[in-house]
């Protein structure tokens, strides 16, 4: 029986394949030929597969490249980056060439990452792509020396940050900073009644407490700046409990003592952040979420809150199980 011809491969008969399937590493794409190459921006609105209606937003996410930023001291850091670029899509639109994105990208990325750097990508975004809305958000694990208690040793601790800007088709521009910020949280309950077992019997306890996390997300007021090391700062001074780097024996004791001295409920968390940051006028905005994870039970405590501004962040934080820490 005669062997069936094969697509991509030499039948077993020696019947060439049909299609030839090789990479011509010698081609080059000039740009006769690249006027030639099919674009389905320009494709019959036929080509619109679902229902013909506007996106709020579509582009590409985890896009990475090491960008730079500046601490306050004024040292420049190049870190890797994850990026989320998208705009919105019009009704008649078939698409919105991604890779535009990318190389607006790259047309910038030697510049340190500010809020007006990003601002230039988000209005090269709407010249590009067309587009009535832009936005833009790089996420990034931020490094600060920070000092143990006592010791006098010191440690790396990093941080998740994300810096983002939103700009309508007016020009209207607005960024944010998300910070997330890990600390030890000591029940209040719980001290008080290990208090009480050792005053009334003479037993031995030990309180419980938890590592939590807050993710704070600011809006920066027009025209203000407020540093990555600020809203540290801010998280560091409202609860004081940080986790710890580098520990000896004298750290873990004066970290035992600090939890002694700063014990709070996961609202206290929340409005020990909200009197701190409410005060700073750098910030024109802002939403709090907190949650400490439980060592006596099995479920987390949360809680969220916002400034209050008209118009602006609402409570309305649900996904807690990012704040994983």
Known sequence: ??????????????????????????????????????????????????????????????????????????????????????????????????????????DHKDGIITGEWMGKILKAYLRKVDSKDARLKVAFSYPMLRPSLRSGLAGWQYYDVAFEGVMTHAGHYRRFIHFDFVYSSACPCSAELAEHARDRRGAYTVPH??????????????????????????????????????????DE????????????????AARLLYREFNADPRIRDFQIACSHLESLHSHDAVSVICKGVKGGFAADFMDFGSLLC
Not at 59 to 67: C, E, K, M, V, W
Not at 220 to 246: P, S, Y
Not at 253 to 268: I, P, R, S, T, Y
Request: charged share 25%; glycine share 4%.
């Open 209 to 250: 407490s938890q590592r939590s996390k807050a993710r704070i997300t600011i809006e920066e007021a027009e025209g203000r700046k407020i540093w990555i090391e600020d809203v540290h700062a801010h998280c560091l001074n409202a609860l004081q409990t940080e986790t710890q780097v580098m520990v000896k024996r004298e």
């Open 253 to 268: 004791q004066a970290f035992a003592e600090l939890n002694g001295a700063h014990l709070k409920f996961v609202e206290d």
């Open 1 to 106: 029986m005669k062997k069936k011809p094969m697509y991509l491969h030499r039948s077993a008969d020696g019947t060439p394949a049909r299609i030839r399937h090789a990479y011509d590493a010698k081609f080059q794409a000039t740009a006769a030929y690249r006027a030639t190459l099919p674009d389905m921006m320009e494709a019959s609105l036929t080509a619109i597969r679902g229902s013909r209606v506007p996106i709020q937003q579509v582009g590409i996410h985890n896009f990475r490249l090491p960008l730079n930023y500046r601490t306050k001291t004024g040292r420049k850091l190049t870190l890797e980056t994850s990026v989320t670029g998208t705009v919105s899509l019009q009704a008649e639109l078939k698409g919105i060439n991604m890779s535009r994105i990318m190389r607006s990208f790259y």
